[in-house]
């Protein structure tokens, strides 16, 4: 392992496989052959702030205190900013909620922390999108390093009021 690495680094798929994955996950998560994956994977459809364009995203499920959230550092976060109205889709249905995105370092960082423990670090990669360079979890403070360099950050899921 070389030193000179962060202890955390993002991660992300190369575009092509971005590119083949998202729509067969979209079609899958959209219908029952989904099957496995939507026990793993969730649809976010929102609307971008500047653009107006419609996305709908494939994200890992991610549950706390039966609350949805999303773990990210994709650019496509920002329309969160202050809160945004999202769809939903994850076991089959589709619900609409409000989605807020939390950027604060020390908020983060122990959530990720909790996640790469739950996950192993072998899973935590995948899932998280995430590179760790240490045969180890990473510590809270490594993780607020990590987040504040790369962007890390949770999307709560919240019912629409």
């Known amino acids: 392992m070389r030193q000179d690495r962060p202890v955390v680094e993002a991660s992300?798929?190369?575009?092509?496989?971005?590119?083949l994955f998202n729509p067969m996950a979209r079609f899958a998560l959209s219908t029952p052959?989904?099957?496995?994956?939507r026990r793993r994977y969730m649809l976010l459809h929102?609307?971008?702030?500047?653009?107006?364009r419609r996305y709908v995203v494939p994200v890992t499920v991610h549950r706390a205190d039966d609350r949805l959230y999303v773990l990210t550092g994709a650019r496509w976060r920002?329309?969160?900013r202050g809160g945004a109205d999202v769809e939903v889709t994850v076991d089959g249905r589709t619900t609409p909620m409000r989605g807020e995105l939390v950027e604060r370092p020390e908020t983060?960082?122990?959530i990720y922390a909790r996640r790469i423990e739950e996950y192993g670090l072998r899973v935590?990669?995948?899932?998280?999108?995430?590179?760790?360079?240490?045969?180890?979890?990473?510590?809270?403070?490594?993780?607020?390093?990590?987040?504040?360099?790369?962007?890390?950050?949770v999307i709560w899921l919240l019912p629409k009021p």
Do not use: C, M, Q, W
């Not at 935590?124 to 950050?153: F, Q």
């Open 108 to 110: 983060v960082a122990p």
């Open 124 to 153: 935590a990669r995948i899932e998280l999108a995430v590179k760790i360079n240490v045969p180890r979890v990473p510590t809270v403070p490594e993780l607020i390093e990590a987040v504040r360099r790369e962007g890390l950050s």
């Open 33 to 37: 052959l989904g099957g496995p994956l």
């Open 78 to 80: 920002v329309n969160f």
């Open 46 to 52: 929102f609307t971008g702030r500047k653009s107006g």
């Open 12 to 19: 992300y798929p190369p575009d092509i496989v971005t590119r």
